[in-house]
Every structure is written in C-alpha cells, then in structure tokens.
C-alpha cells in the first residue's frame, strides 16, 4: 500500500530536550516536504527537498533540521524544542516538485512543555 | 509573499443543504489542488483544476477555477455528514521553473444530521 508514514503520532517532551520525527515513504517520490499546522493558520512549510541530498528552507525553518540521505526517509529534527513549536506536524511526498498529488502522512502532535 | 484567502472559515449546516467554500488570491496560479481532511488524518487530494474557466465535478461536489486563475470555488449539494471535514485549497505558483504551493487556512464544515 502506498503511503507515506511518520513516528512518533504522539509526543510530549519538555523544553530543550531534542527530538527527532521521522518520516518514510515507499513510492520512490522525489520531492518532501514537512509542514506544521495550527488553528487559524493552515499548512504552513517548515523544509522540503527535491531530491536526494537537495534540501530547502520553507516559510518557518527556524529551529528546524532536516537530512535527505536516502530518498525514502525524510526526518524533522528539533534540536532545542521550545513551546512554541508545539504543533501537528505532516511529512508529505510527491513524485515532482512541479505537479502531483500531495501524499500526506497521519501527523505527529508534538507538545512542548 | 502570495497570499490564499479561504473563505468562510468555517461553516456548519443541517444535511441537505448546498454550501460554496471560496479560496480567493491576487496571484495567478498554474494550477490548483483542494485537499479534505478528516480528524487524526493527513489532507487527501480532492480534485486539481489546471484551466482557466475549468469545472470538475466528483459527485455531489463541483469545483471551478476562475477564468484568470486567480480563484477557485467548492460547491456541494445536499450536504451529508460525510462530508465534514477541513477543506483546504492549494495554489501553484511558478517562478524561476521553481514551484511553491501556497495553501489557504482551511474552512472546517460540519454538517450536521
């Protein structure tokens, strides 16, 4: 089954203490990309990447790491988590940048206390 | 910074009824998506609109791209509970053969039995 799936679903973590959500997805797309979402708001991006190795900044990078080693795996980093990035987290995948469908994971609801 | 005003916000209706959900910009897009998403889950592509003028229909729900590509409209018929949701579009921009996806802020409907 295509899919794109993201671990942990849940997390509550405190202040400073770094955290990594991961994300794979196993219909060989090249482009993926991390969003947060939050009321009011919409799907705002954190990074994306285009390909293997080929990683960009979104609208709200800060605070943020991304890696693209293999082109399955896609994980969000936050190496000092702070409250303000508490949030629910999406891992999407496209076979291109420039025209698809959107593959979206569950989500991640992320509390930082 | 491209802008995707959604309107409205948010909208709950008895069953049967017809509602239209706007998503408005300044931009023109090369193409336009409308994703649904349900509680615990990720958006799901509903229909992408890619002509000026274009009207797809899926059922119940008909959706229309403005003759300039600069808005989008989602209509339903007789709504049913089914169709609760968080309804999002999202715009296509193109610039320098690089793409963004500009997304709405969403408009949560719930329709209710």
Request: charged fraction near 35%; hydrophobic fraction near 20%.
């Given at each position: 089954e295509a899919q794109v799936t993201?671990?942990?679903?849940?997390l509550i973590t405190v202040t400073g203490k770094k955290l990594t959500v991961t994300c794979s997805q196993n219909m060989n797309h090249e482009y993926m990309s991390w969003y947060r979402q939050d009321p009011g708001l919409g799907l705002r991006q954190i990074y994306y990447?285009?390909?293997v190795e080929v990683t960009d900044k979104g609208d709200v990078p800060e605070g943020y790491k991304v890696s693209r080693k293999?082109?399955?795996n896609f994980p969000l980093i936050l190496e000092s988590p702070s409250p303000n990035q508490t949030s629910l987290y999406f891992c999407a995948s496209s076979f291109s940048q420039g025209n698809g469908e959107l593959f979206f994971g569950e989500g991640s609801r992320l509390t930082v206390l | 910074t491209q802008l995707l005003e959604q309107s409205p916000q948010f909208l709950s209706i008895q069953e049967g009824e017809n509602l239209t959900v706007y998503c408005n910009s300044s931009s023109v897009f090369s193409s336009l998506q409308w994703y649904r998403q349900e509680p615990g889950e990720g958006p799901v592509l509903l229909v992408t609109v890619v002509t000026g003028g274009e009207v797809k229909k899926l059922k119940r729900l008909t959706f229309q791209f403005g003759d300039a590509r600069k808005?989008?409209?989602?209509?339903?018929t007789a709504a049913q509970p089914g169709d609760t949701g968080l309804y999002l579009c999202a715009g296509r921009w193109?610039?320098?053969s690089n793409y963004q996806l500009i997304w709405g802020a969403g408009t949560k409907l719930i329709i209710k039995p």
């Open positions: 993201q671990n942990p679903r849940y990447s285009m390909n293999e082109k399955r | 808005d989008s409209s989602l209509h339903i193109e610039m320098d």
